[in-house]
Each structure stands twice: as structure tokens, then as C-alpha cells.
């Protein structure tokens, strides 16, 4: 490696020299991760033709499976401690104001793209000629639009927090098969002939036995994955009750800051610090490559199902790179596509993991060394953002459920397709930041209509490609908006640093034993540490005056 930069330096002039150093020093990960995620589907596409057996695709995708378990590894301690020392740094009114921006914009940002989907899918209308396939297995019971919301209101406060950080509540359906009152008797008799005797026959009984009476019993229930909404809401009510407690809550909110400090410095040297810690662009060619090797045939998926993917895409693309930066520029004036340019390290990550939480380390990375966001607003936006804004799976579910109705020839009226458009909303809040979560919340849209849960087999297939882009729209738009905010919320935030400042200037301590009545500030007497005397001065306007009573100790002032 020495060599080849040494022949390269002697091969170029010292200022190309010196460019091409500092591009590599700013963009060198990001130039990686791209060249990873475009060997990974070369490599993939490549080992296609071999047939590799199930364990040998499990082996090979080993080391991308490490990366995924790396970045799950740091969600749950990142979201806690950004929440909770994010929050405790502002006052009520500040975070009050914040909280209440940051979510009208998510729920509002949700619903225009549900409507951009819904626009797109009706005027290209990708459901014409698409045909079902022969067999469709038995749908079984459905959980109703009601209880899903009911298990998102009950994730909201997690009844064991241990509990919430691997597993999430559910509400299962459980068949109760009723038992038959009436003794059943032989119906029918017929007579089997016999081919030794012909003039004989064998008497047989048939007995027609009605179909069992089964009935669901709502019970309840778990589903492996941690609880992302459960644990936001309790760091946040944590954080804010630690920035009322003042110096009482201070040692908790260390820790908070330190374990947020250590986290970021994990990310950093497992991304990038360091000779041997180039580990990311490595398990990202893996990761995509094994995605491809369980890929169906490329070319069938294209012919079945090419316009609606066609279809997804322009709607990911519109809402993406139109409405996202067009709202980012009114809001602020400032050219979104510079601030896009910072993030691209961020959704090069989401396309090869398609997970916005497991994005989450990176996307925090970015924002506050590439697109200058404040600290205390990224903690509290960004973990907010992965875990109820996705514009992507909304817009994806509302296209999926008008498609699917077409493919049945299912006219939907102006209710229903209004119907669809506040439960997608709704059920992209409830769906988790994991890859293809939206297969899961797109039951409750179907169900909203009638649709059949069953033909959501019609695009599972092709799920996992357009999984990955609109996560990368998810974590845009969780971007976007930590710049929004920093822009309506820097004054509150400015006015209550400067406040700060103003109050830890009221109070001077000094180790001398020098003391003053009144005397201007620049006229206060140096520090004599020589002597362990403390003496308390306090400053109004530009004097200083010595302050009698109790003793303070450090922790007090």
C-alpha cells in the first residue's frame, strides 16, 4: 500500500497530490460505500449462475450479517441517550415547542407522500394485465384495523421497559374449535360391489361431518424486535424531568452524554478512524451481494411486476428529491441539495441495509459534522424521526393496497381511497425501523377496504428491492427535518444559551483571601490560590460585590 501511494505521489504534481489527499479525507468512505454496494450486486448477480445451496448462501453472507448485528447493536443506546440528554439540555418551553413542530411536520410530510402515491398509482394504473397466481394458500384470520391501533397505543407505555428493548406486544388470534352437541350418525350407505361375487357388495357407510365451528379469541401476545416507539417515549419523559431536577438530575445526564459521546466514537472506528477499522465497505459488499443471491429470477419479477415497480420508484422519487428539498427551501431559503450533499454517506447505508434505525448512528454522523446541525436538536429529531416518520412505506403501502385492488378488478370509491390514505398514515407510525416492515402494517390497510391480506404474496418478491429505496427516503426526510427544526428553534435555543452564559457570569468564586465590596469587573482582584479561603463575589451590571452569609461548596454554585 505504501508503495503504490509512493509511486502515485511521484507520478503527480503536488497540489493534484494534495487534492486528491483531501478528497479522500472527506469523501473517501463515501467513494467506498458506493464502490462496495456496486461490487456487491456485481459479485451477487455474478454467483447467480452456481446455485449455491441455502447454508453455503448463509456462509456467505456472514460477514454482512456482522454489520447489520454491529449497527442493531448501537440503536437502543444511541435513541436512549440522545433523548435524554438532548431533552434535558433544553427548558420546557423550548422542547415543548420543538416536540410540537417535529411531529405536525412528520404526520404532515407522511400524508403528502401517501397522496403523491395514490395520484401516481391511479394515472398509471400498474394493476391492468397483471394476473394472479394459481394457487393462493388459505389467508386465516386477520387482524382488524382496531387492534392494531390499540397494540400501537399499548407499545406507547411498555408495562416492563426490560422487556421493550427485545420485544414489542401483540395481539394474537388464537382458533377455538366448538364442540358438536349432536352425535353424528352415518348419512349415506353404499354398496361396493364385489368382484368375486358380482351378485354380492360390501356395504359401506359414508358420514357427512359438517364443517367445525371455529371461533378467534383475542389474546395477548409478543413479536420478537424491540419496542423503538415504547423506549422514545420514556426518554424523552426522562430527559425532560432531568432538565427540571437542575443539578440534582446533572450526574444522570453525564452518563447520558458520556455513553452518547462513546457510541459516536464506535461508529467512527468501525466506519473509518484508523488502518484496521475499515470494516464497513467490506460487510456492505457481502450484505448486498447475499440480498441478490436469495433474489427470485430477475427477469420474470420484471415482466409481472415492472410497472409497479416503475410505479413505487416515481413516487419515492418525487416526494424525495421535489416536495422533501422544496419544503426544506421555502422554509429555510437555503439550497437543500448542499445539505443533501452531507447526507449522501447516510442514505448510501440505508440502501445497503434498508433499515432507518439501524441508519440511525450514521445519519446522527452526518448531521453534525457534515450539515452543521445543532447537537441537542439532531438527539431529539432524529430518533423521533426513525421511529414514526416514514414517508417511504407510506406512499409504498397506499401504492400496494390500489394496486392489489386493481389486479381483482376492485373499483375503490372516493371514501375508500380517502380510508386508505389516513390508515397508511397511520400505520407507517406503527411500523418498525427493520428491513421490510412495511409487509407487516400493510395488512391493516388492506383490511381497511376489504381487500384480501392474502395477495399481499403478489409482491413480496420484489419487497426487498423497493424496501431499500424507500428507506433511503425515510432517512431523508428524518434529515430534512432536524434542518427545519434547527432553523424555526435556533432562536429559542440561542436565547436560552445566552441566558445561561449571563447566569453563570452572576456568580464569581475565588481561592484568595482578597476581597472586595464594590469595585468594577475589571477591577476584581486576581485569584490567590496560594490560599484556601473560599469567598463568594457576586456581579450585577459591572461591579462585583462580596457576598456574606453560609458557605457554598462547588456543587451548590
Known sequence: MECIKHIIKSLVSVKVWAYIKGYCKRNGLLTLSVIAVVSG??????????NLSTQAKIYFSFPGELLMRMLKMLILPLITSSLMSGLSAMDTKASGRLGVLTITYYLWTTFIA????????LVIHPGTGTE???HRGGSGPVMTSADALLDLIRNMIPSNLIEATFQQYRTDLVPIVASSLVESQANYVYVMPDHN???????VFLEITPAPDIKYKIVPGHSSGMNVLGIVIFSATMGLLLGK?????????N??????????KIINAAMWCGRSSRYFPFGIVFLVAGKILDMHDPAHLGEKLGMYFITVLAGLFVHGLILLPLFYFVITRK???TYIRGLLQA????LATSSSSATLPITMKCLLENCGVDRQIARFVLPVGATINMDGTALYEAVAAIFIAQVNEYELDFGQLVTISITATAASIGAAGIPQAGLVTMVIVLTSVGLPPADITLIVAIDWVLDRFRTMINVLGDALAAGIMCHLCKKDFERRESNANSARRDTVISFGGQSVQSCALSEAPLMDYAHRCDYVYEVEGDCVTEKSGPTYNLCQV
Do not use: T, W, Y
Open 197 to 203: 361375487n358380482p351378485q354380492l357388495g360390501h356395504p
Open 255 to 264: 452518563v447520558c452524554q458520556c455513553v452518547n459521546e462513546c457510541v459516536m
Open 245 to 253: 431536577m437542575g443539578e440534582r438530575g446533572a450526574p444522570l445526564v
Open 132 to 134: 394472479k397466481d394459481g
Open 335 to 337: 439550497n437543500p441539495f
Open 114 to 121: 401517501v397522496i403523491v402515491g395514490i395520484i401516481l398509482v
Open 347 to 350: 442514505l448510501v447505508i440505508a
Open 41 to 50: 450486486c456485481v459479485l451477487g448477480f455474478s454467483l447467480r449462475s452456481f
